[in-house]
């Protein structure tokens, strides 16, 4: 059962007040990778719902970041864009997701480390194809390379050509039916180390976040390994905080995010327009722990070091 997301409003808050809060999405997707609107839509719906920085975190690519910028400079928004990407590694026989944050996306490490991922991306969107081909459905490299247009090629394509075909109604199904662990259409890709991504976003000058941590469906003896060795191998923070989460999520990874001296991330992984994932939704920090945009120097905010107080939007 979804969990039901307020809208900032319940809160008091009139969203075209931009000095009454701070509101930073730092996970979205675009048209790069599997989100369904282009960079520009992407920061015009920011903007238009009151965020005031965002980070674009396309899957191994950083395609959406320079034309976002240029539509922000173009329509004179009040936007800051900070850069992003987020990477696909492997841990434990587990696909983990790391996005970075402020790099400099023209920096060789991260260039270096998102070719080899796209090579890798390709690879598998071929046996993808290959494997749903042998069980009856035709044409699915050509129906997701048609809908990721200028794009990576993800899982999420593949399912969207699949509800095209009507092999399911929803891509949730689509993904339960052919493309999850064991089914037809899943292919394990060999995606780079978590310390390999670690490495590539500092060495770019960025800071590396675990994404989504409660996705994974680990147990709490497996997440909390997971996170440990994040630590340990020079992780910088993980995410806290979406705009949809099971009850009392929240505050038990805030609980870890201290345990593991690890900042605090928010982010609505926001890839298109839905009833329960929207940009800004819901993005606040529990008490007690570190805002990761502290971190960032550059930015202009005036919310506390400690989050749960002023960031509460």
């Known amino acids: 059962m979804p969990v039901q997301c307020p809208d900032n409003r319940s809160h008091g808050v009139n969203l075209t007040d931009r000095t009454a809060f701070n509101l930073y999405d730092l996970h979205s997707h675009t048209t790069a990778s599997d989100g369904l609107l282009t960079p520009e839509a992407l920061v015009l719906r920011a903007h238009e719902r009151g965020v005031n920085l965002l980070a674009i975190t396309d899957h191994d690519t950083t395609e959406g970041i320079a034309p976002a910028k240029e539509a922000i400079a173009r329509h004179g928004l009040p936007l800051q864009l900070i850069t992003g990407v987020e990477i696909s590694t492997r841990w434990q026989n587990h696909e983990i997701h790391i996005v970075g944050l402020g790099m400099d996306i023209d920096h060789p490490a991260i260039c270096g480390l998102l070719d080899s991922q796209r090579q890798k991306r390709q690879q598998r969107a071929e046996e993808i194809a290959a494997r749903l081909e042998k ?25 969207r050509y699949l509800v095209e075909c009507n092999k399911a109604d929803t891509i949730a199904k689509v993904f339960k039916s052919y493309l999850a662990r064991g089914k037809t259409g899943y292919v394990p890709a060999q995606w780079c180390t978590i310390e390999q991504a670690i490495e590539a976003i500092q060495l770019s000058g960025g800071r590396a976040v675990v994404a989504h941590p409660g996705r994974y469906q680990l147990s709490t003896k497996w997440l909390k390994r997971l996170l440990q060795f994040f630590a340990e191998a020079g992780g910088d923070a993980m995410e806290v905080a979406q705009c949809q989460q099971p009850p009392n999520e929240r505050q038990q990874l805030a609980l870890y995010a201290q ?9 609505s992984d926001f890839h298109q327009p839905c009833a329960w994932i929207e940009l800004g939704r819901n993005l606040w920090l529990p008490a007690g722990v570190e805002a990761l945009w502290l971190r960032f120097p550059h930015i202009q905010n005036n919310v506390p070091a400690q989050a749960g107080t002023g960031s509460e939007v």
Do not use: V
């Open 135 to 159: 069980a009856g459905i035709p044409g699915a490299l050509e129906g997701a390379r048609r809908l990721a247009g200028d794009g990576e090629i993800t899982r999420g394509h593949f399912a």
């Open 259 to 267: 345990e593991y001296g690890l900042a605090a991330s928010q982010g």
